[in-house]
């Protein structure tokens, strides 16, 4: 038997707005709680909702950027249920008319293949508050900071059969809404996070199996290990004659497993029907057309124009156009260096491995663009090697300062004063009495590889400060004038 | 002193008669003494109002008082009111102290007004004769073994046996314009959207509609310019113009076209308050008003369709009642679902818990189609009802209520005997229209009122046409025996 996973995601992104969809509380992270919960958050009587139209722009930034139907009349409806960080006992969402319908997004999969999934809807809708269980014994505590932060939440079609597939689509995304500077995709602080419906079929099958829903997950990874594992439970199950049961699921990221939150026969009813406090959202031509001309580059447009403009290798361009703010760096690195490929280089390795390490977000970096680009003017004009700039990156790292500065400080400044060059090289080639004997009786062509090894040993005498170019220059003629 | 008009107190003040704390202070003195035969004030604002009254007096000393400057008058316990109880009647916010001002509060502590007190209701606004109030029914002051109607039952007792010389009271299905018909002073419910619903504590969102209870129709025009207005806290206000509402109210009403529906004279009218209504209908041909009959042919669809859209909205808008945050909370809740059933058990009415549980019902999964859509439909006929008819005449007349006010205890069993009480006030509410009910009569020593509706907006018009009425008649100036 073959099985076949069928998968489709709600993920939910935090919109940037200064302000809560529907107050003029601060949507920033961090606050002390309930300091950022004003009248209208804490659902006081009387208190009514005003729509934030920032959010709006921004949901119809995503619709567009997804290539999606606009909807230019859409509803907010109340979804009704108790929990004690659900201030009104209702969240106010876009059940029957989105802002967002039908559009798709392309993904590109690790074997170079590109994959077409469906965007079924995108709406708005408020953030709850948090319940915090473990603070005060006896008792649970309420934060409702985040009780109305703008929600978009972006529905797939469950159009992809792995997780690899579905690991892609979020990353996609992920890629577009940060470009569009709509979500800052910070999804340790749950800015981003993905619900993951499930299910196997056998292969060949019409019929869709019966799904469970793994909620909250806010990382690449995790998304992956959630499905690969909540595949294996359901054709495991299936295959021990058993039947998945229809629930919502959580995954436990320290044990990387799923496990049971509730079923669907104990699910509410929501009772949804439209706000009466906030009237329809009505948009027409020209207020999309304004949208779509403040649109920003889209990752894929700016992949391709990495490609066309810079010479960059398809790798290499989808990944600095897949974060905005990456592909923003690299470009003012690009340029400052004028050599893309150089940039490229350095931004996906010296700098992309401090960050992995540090767990530094690109927005974060210690060393700014600007910085990283005037380093690597200095091994374009050879005021150092590639070797010294990698020390010079690690102290700029560090401890801050421009390129410049450090070289100075330092005194890694590159040798190119050809006198001081030749003087090492005599003493190189002095000291290496048996290498010298060697190289003078190679073969011709065997002898420029040989000269390796004095320019190790002269770039190890002048503490790697000697001009790379120089060196060989004066290293062969000195050698070939000994054969 | 406390049969002077709003108009006439404003005169007084402004010629120095006596001041707004003598005033304020006199009308506090009777409150003391003659409420408890009322019940009409649920809390009285002594210290508040002297303060408001002194300031007032200085700003009449200065020179910079408004047309409101320093005129008593009693908010309706619904609107909030910062640092003092808003209890809307229920014992779920007997604890509440609201932190905020209702904007409504906000426009009469501007415009110089000084609030006695808050006035008894029905509990979160719901019922038509006041009996539901937490604590305790308010009494019509024409016969204290009768209802004064409801929900602003308080308001309009208060203002009958004059210990407020106007208040604010609240229209979601008649509201206003059946207790001030029930205790023969004048009401006026605005059309929706003209007064800001923000810190009036919603019953049912799409319907509720603040507005002035007073003396007179020149009163109510004093009233309506301080409370009208767009408010950008409230989404369904609307922003138009405020024009002043005192200055049409002498307009002739030479070729005023009146349209009598016939479904408003149908055989369970009360004979004798048809009596009346026609006589009123008599004065305005004297006055040189033409009428004639129409047709709203949905009249008797308003009743079923009000109690599935006010119950579905109230379901929700009364969600946030939880016992978390504010108001009451149970006893010793052993978990999260004993907190929620037993605060709200035991913190809400039987009328109020009534109409949670039919809205929940009519918005339940698999019967919101056939309640909750199809009492949309209807309200939709009745607005096209109304636009029909109000494109041939200028203004419909009728009588406000079927019955005369009837005796504490008589319908409380027979709660759709109850409902019917509003079924000729109701319709507009669905149709968002404004509408007056002015006195015209008395039936076995209980008053009658005259409804007279406009078209969206037409409040000036209405002021104009009961204000000649007025002046033609003086029913609106009898007071209760002994008062």
């Given at each position: 038997?073959?099985?076949?996973?069928?998968?489709?995601?709600?993920?939910?992104?935090?919109?940037?707005?200064?302000?809560?969809?529907?107050?003029?509380?601060?949507?920033?992270?961090?606050?002390?709680?309930?300091?950022?919960?004003?009248?209208?958050?804490?659902?006081?009587?009387?208190?009514?909702?005003?729509?934030?139209?920032?959010?709006?722009?921004?949901?119809?930034?995503?619709?567009?950027?997804?290539?999606?139907?606009?909807?230019?009349?859409?509803?907010?409806?109340?979804?009704?249920?108790?929990?004690?960080?659900?201030?009104?006992?209702?969240?106010?969402?876009?059940?029957?008319?989105?802002?967002?319908?039908?559009?798709?997004?392309?993904?590109?999969?690790?074997?170079?293949?590109?994959?077409?999934?469906?965007?079924?809807?995108?709406?708005?809708?408020?953030?709850?508050?948090?319940?915090?269980?473990?603070?005060?014994?006896?008792?649970?505590?309420?934060?409702?900071?985040?009780?109305?932060?703008?929600?978009?939440?972006?529905?797939?079609?469950?159009?992809?059969?792995?997780?690899?597939?579905?690991?892609?689509?979020?990353?996609?995304?992920?890629?577009?809404?940060?470009?569009?500077?709509?979500?800052?995709?910070?999804?340790?602080?749950?800015?981003?996070?993905?619900?993951?419906?499930?299910?196997?079929?056998?292969?060949?099958?019409?019929?869709?199996?019966?799904?469970?829903?793994?909620?909250?997950?806010?990382?690449?990874?995790?998304?992956?290990?959630?499905?690969?594992?909540?595949?294996?439970?359901?054709?495991?199950?299936?295959?021990?004659?058993?039947?998945?049961?229809?629930?919502?699921?959580?995954?436990?990221?320290?044990?990387?497993?799923?496990?049971?939150?509730?079923?669907?026969?104990?699910?509410?009813?929501?009772?949804?029907?439209?706000?009466?406090?906030?009237?329809?959202?009505?948009?027409?031509?020209?207020?999309?057309?304004?949208?779509?001309?403040?649109?920003?580059?889209?990752?894929?447009?700016?992949?391709?124009?990495?490609?066309?403009?810079?010479?960059?290798?398809?790798?290499?361009?989808?990944?600095?156009?897949?974060?905005?703010?990456?592909?923003?760096?690299?470009?003012?690195?690009?340029?400052?260096?004028?050599?893309?490929?150089?940039?490229?280089?350095?931004?996906?390795?010296?700098?992309?491995?401090?960050?992995?390490?540090?767990?530094?977000?690109?927005?974060?970096?210690?060393?700014?663009?600007?910085?990283?680009?005037?380093?690597?003017?200095?091994?374009?004009?050879?005021?150092?090697?590639?070797?010294?700039?990698?020390?010079?990156?690690?102290?700029?790292?560090?401890?801050?300062?421009?390129?410049?500065?450090?070289?100075?400080?330092?005194?890694?400044?590159?040798?190119?004063?050809?006198?001081?060059?030749?003087?090492?090289?005599?003493?190189?080639?002095?000291?290496?009495?048996?290498?010298?004997?060697?190289?003078?009786?190679?073969?011709?062509?065997?002898?420029?590889?040989?000269?390796?090894?004095?320019?190790?040993?002269?770039?190890?005498?002048?503490?790697?400060?000697?001009?790379?170019?120089?060196?060989?220059?004066?290293?062969?003629?000195?050698?070939?004038?000994?054969? | 002193?406390?049969?002077?008009?709003?108009?006439?107190?404003?005169?007084?003040?402004?010629?120095?008669?006596?001041?707004?704390?003598?005033?304020?202070?006199?009308?506090?003195?009777?409150?003391?003494?003659?409420?408890?035969?009322?019940?009409?004030?649920i809390?009285?604002?002594?210290?508040?109002?002297?303060?408001?009254?002194?300031?007032?007096?200085?700003?009449?000393?200065?020179?910079?008082?408004?047309?409101?400057?320093?005129?008593?008058?009693?908010?309706?316990d619904i609107?909030?009111?910062?640092?003092?109880?808003?209890s809307c009647a229920s014992k779920m916010l007997d604890?509440?102290?609201?932190?905020?001002?209702?904007?409504?509060?906000?426009?009469?502590?501007?415009?110089?007004?000084?609030?006695?007190?808050?006035?008894n209701m029905d509990e979160f606004a719901m019922g038509?004769?006041n009996e539901s109030s937490f604590y305790g029914a308010?009494?019509?002051?024409?016969?204290?073994?009768?209802?004064?109607?409801g929900s602003?039952?308080?308001?309009?007792?208060?203002?009958?046996?004059?210990?407020?010389?106007?208040?604010?009271?609240?229209?979601?299905?008649?509201?206003?314009?059946?207790?001030?018909?029930?205790?023969?002073?004048?009401?006026?419910?605005?059309?929706?959207?003209?007064?800001?619903?923000?810190?009036?504590i919603?019953f049912?969102?799409?319907?509720?509609?603040?507005?002035?209870?007073?003396?007179?129709?020149?009163?109510?025009?004093?009233?309506?310019?301080?409370?009208?207005?767009?408010?950008?806290?409230?989404?369904?206000?609307?922003?138009?113009?405020?024009?002043?509402?005192?200055?049409?109210?002498?307009?002739?009403?030479?070729?005023?076209?009146?349209?009598?529906?016939?479904?408003?004279?149908?055989?369970?009218?009360?004979?004798?308050?048809?009596?009346?209504?026609?006589?009123?209908?008599?004065?305005?041909?004297?006055?040189?008003?033409?009428?004639?009959?129409?047709?709203?042919?949905?009249?008797?669809?308003?009743?079923?369709?009000?109690?599935?859209?006010?119950?579905?909205?109230?379901?929700?808008?009364l969600?946030?009642?939880?016992?978390?945050?504010?108001?009451?909370?149970?006893?010793?809740?052993?978990?999260?679902?004993?907190?929620?059933?037993?605060?709200?058990?035991?913190g809400f009415g039987a009328e109020v818990k009534r109409r949670?549980?039919?809205?929940?019902?009519?918005?339940?999964?698999?019967?919101?189609?056939?309640?909750?859509?199809?009492?949309?439909?209807?309200?939709?006929?009745?607005?096209?009802?109304?636009?029909?008819?109000?494109?041939?005449?200028?203004?419909?007349?009728?009588?406000?209520?079927?019955?005369?006010?009837?005796?504490?205890?008589?319908?409380?069993?027979?709660?759709?005997?109850?409902?019917?009480?509003?079924?000729?006030?109701?319709?507009?509410?669905?149709?968002?229209?404004?509408?007056?009910?002015?006195?015209?009569?008395?039936?076995?020593?209980?008053?009658?009122?005259?409804?007279?509706?406009?078209?969206?907006?037409?409040?000036?018009?209405?002021?104009?046409?009961?204000?000649?009425?007025?002046?033609?008649?003086?029913?609106?100036?009898?007071?209760?025996?002994?008062?």
């Amino acid at each position: 038997m073959e099985w076949e996973a069928v998968i489709g995601l709600e993920i939910h992104a935090q919109l940037a707005t200064k302000s809560k969809i529907f107050s003029g509380a601060s949507t920033a992270f961090g606050a002390e709680p309930n300091t950022q919960a004003c009248a209208v958050d804490l659902a006081l009587p009387g208190t009514l909702p005003v729509f934030n139209e920032e959010a709006l722009r921004m949901a119809v930034k995503f619709g567009l950027a997804v290539d999606a139907e606009i909807g230019r009349k859409s509803v907010f409806d109340r979804k009704n249920y108790f929990y004690p960080d659900l201030p009104k006992g209702y969240q106010t969402s876009q059940l029957f008319h989105p802002i967002v319908g039908v559009g798709h997004i392309d993904i590109t999969l690790e074997d170079g293949s590109e994959k077409r999934i469906g965007v079924t809807r995108a709406h708005l809708e408020e953030d709850a508050g948090k319940s915090i269980h473990d603070e005060f014994p006896g008792m649970s505590g309420i934060d409702l900071n985040r009780a109305g932060t703008p929600l978009l939440e972006i529905v797939s079609e469950p159009d992809m059969r792995s997780a690899e597939e579905a690991v892609a689509y979020v990353r996609k995304i992920h890629s577009i809404v940060t470009s569009l500077g709509i979500c800052d995709g910070n999804m340790a602080e749950g800015s981003f996070r993905c619900d993951c419906n499930v299910s196997v079929r056998l292969k060949g099958e019409e019929e869709f199996g019966t799904r469970t829903e793994t909620k909250n997950i806010n990382s690449f990874r995790f998304i992956e290990k959630a499905i690969i594992g909540e595949i294996e439970r359901q054709i495991d199950l299936l295959e021990d004659g058993g039947r998945v049961v229809q629930e919502t699921r959580l995954y436990d990221a320290d044990k990387d497993e799923t496990r049971s939150m509730r079923s669907k026969e104990e699910a509410n009813d929501y009772r949804y029907f439209p706000c009466p406090d906030l009237l329809p959202i009505e948009i027409d031509d020209s207020y999309i057309d304004a949208v779509r001309d403040s649109l920003p580059e889209l990752p894929d447009a700016r992949k391709a124009r990495f490609i066309e403009e810079y010479k960059l290798s398809d790798y290499d361009a989808m990944v600095l156009s897949g974060d905005r703010n990456l592909a923003d760096y690299f470009e003012t690195v690009a340029k400052a260096a004028n050599d893309a490929k150089l940039a490229a280089n350095w931004v996906m390795g010296e700098l992309s491995k401090l960050l992995n390490q540090n767990d530094t977000d690109i927005k974060d970096s210690p060393v700014s663009a600007e910085q990283l680009g005037g380093l690597l003017e200095r091994i374009k004009d050879n005021t150092i090697s590639g070797k010294i700039a990698k020390q010079v990156f690690e102290v700029m790292w560090n401890e801050g300062g421009t390129a410049d500065e450090i070289i100075e400080a330092k005194g890694l400044k590159q040798v190119t004063d050809s006198g001081a060059i030749e003087k090492i090289v005599d003493d190189v080639i002095a000291n290496s009495g048996p290498q010298v004997e060697q190289y003078i009786n190679a073969e011709p062509d065997k002898r420029g590889k040989m000269i390796g090894f004095f320019m190790g040993q002269v770039m190890k005498a002048s503490q790697g400060k000697a001009n790379p170019g120089q060196v060989q220059g004066v290293l062969k003629k000195k050698l070939d004038a000994l054969v | 002193m406390f049969d002077k008009t709003l108009a006439e107190l404003a005169q007084g003040l402004k010629s120095g008669d006596f001041s707004s704390v003598e005033l304020t202070q006199a009308y506090l003195n009777r409150i003391k003494a003659e409420d408890e035969k009322y019940n009409s004030y649920i809390t009285v604002t002594e210290e508040q109002a002297l303060a408001q009254a002194k300031a007032a007096d200085e700003a009449i000393a200065a020179g910079t008082a408004g047309a409101f400057t320093g005129l008593p008058f009693a908010h309706k316990d619904i609107f909030c009111t910062q640092g003092v109880r808003t209890s809307c009647a229920s014992k779920m916010l007997d604890n509440f102290i609201s932190p905020y001002n209702a904007t409504v509060v906000e426009k009469f502590n501007a415009a110089g007004g000084v609030m006695l007190g808050k006035t008894n209701m029905d509990e979160f606004a719901m019922g038509s004769s006041n009996e539901s109030s937490f604590y305790g029914a308010a009494k019509n002051p024409w016969n204290t073994e009768c209802v004064p109607g409801g929900s602003s039952g308080g308001s309009a007792a208060a203002v009958a046996a004059q210990l407020a010389p106007a208040a604010t009271g609240t229209d979601t299905g008649g509201s206003i314009r059946q207790p001030a018909a029930l205790c023969g002073i004048t009401g006026l419910k605005p059309t929706y959207g003209r007064v800001s619903r923000f810190g009036m504590i919603a019953f049912a969102s799409s319907l509720d509609q603040g507005g002035p209870m007073t003396k007179t129709a020149e009163d109510a025009a004093m009233m309506l310019n301080v409370m009208a207005g767009f408010d950008k806290h409230d989404s369904t206000s609307v922003d138009r113009a405020v024009p002043d509402y005192t200055a049409d109210l002498n307009k002739p009403l030479d070729g005023l076209k009146i349209g009598l529906p016939k479904e408003f004279f149908m055989d369970d009218l009360d004979s004798e308050i048809a009596e009346r209504t026609q006589a009123a209908i008599k004065e305005f041909e004297k006055l040189g008003a033409t009428v004639k009959e129409v047709s709203l042919p949905n009249t008797a669809l308003s009743i079923p369709a009000y109690y599935i859209i006010a119950p579905a909205e109230a379901s929700s808008n009364l969600s946030r009642f939880d016992g978390v945050r504010y108001g009451y909370r149970c006893e010793n809740p052993v978990d999260l679902e004993d907190l929620y059933k037993r605060s709200r058990g035991e913190g809400f009415g039987a009328e109020v818990k009534r109409r949670i549980m039919i809205g929940a019902y009519a918005l339940s999964e698999g019967f919101y189609d056939a309640y909750y859509n199809k009492a949309q439909q209807i309200r939709r006929l009745i607005r096209d009802d109304f636009a029909k008819v109000l494109s041939e005449v200028d203004v419909i007349m009728g009588p406000t209520t079927p019955h005369p006010a009837f005796k504490i205890g008589e319908k409380t069993s027979d709660p759709v005997a109850m409902y019917m009480e509003d079924i000729f006030t109701i319709s507009l509410n669905l149709a968002g229209l404004p509408g007056m009910s002015v006195p015209c009569g008395t039936v076995n020593g209980l008053p009658t009122g005259l409804q007279i509706i406009g078209d969206y907006f037409a409040e000036q018009k209405l002021l104009n046409v009961a204000h000649q009425f007025q002046l033609a008649t003086d029913w609106h100036t009898q007071s209760p025996q002994g008062i």
